[in-house]
């Protein structure tokens, strides 16, 4: 994971497994649902002593309080957030067609 950060543009970058870590924490109730590093780049140089933290939320917490939904995704993206479910256990794991 890293935040890349050029000019007013901020880039944070995430492997997959940092993805799935944080899918698997917001299935933890007692998880503070944060990752956290210190790779923290400015215009492409590494910056010392900078840390960052990139936290998840569920849909309910993140989108709750809008007075809108959220947009729409391109269509194949909407397809595919489809086939994710809650298994048994409380966990997700996405069904492949």
């Not at 970058?13 to 799935?20: D, G, I, Y």
């Not at 809008?66 to 729409?72: K, L, S, T, V």
């Not at 391109?74 to 957030?81: A, N, Y």
Request: aromatic share 8%.
């Amino acid at each position: 994971m890293k935040l890349e950060k050029n000019g007013n543009h901020t880039v944070v970058t995430l492997s997959e497994r940092n993805l799935k870590t944080l899918l698997t924490k917001l299935q933890w109730p007692e998880s503070a649902r944060t990752i956290g590093s210190n790779d923290v780049y400015v215009d492409g140089k590494m910056v010392w002593g900078e840390t960052f933290d990139v936290v998840a939320e569920s849909d309910e917490q993140h989108y709750g309080n809008r007075p809108a939904p959220p947009g729409p995704m391109h269509p194949k993206t909407e397809e595919d957030l489809r086939q994710w479910r809650d298994d048994d256990d409380g966990l997700l794991e996405y069904i492949y067609p």
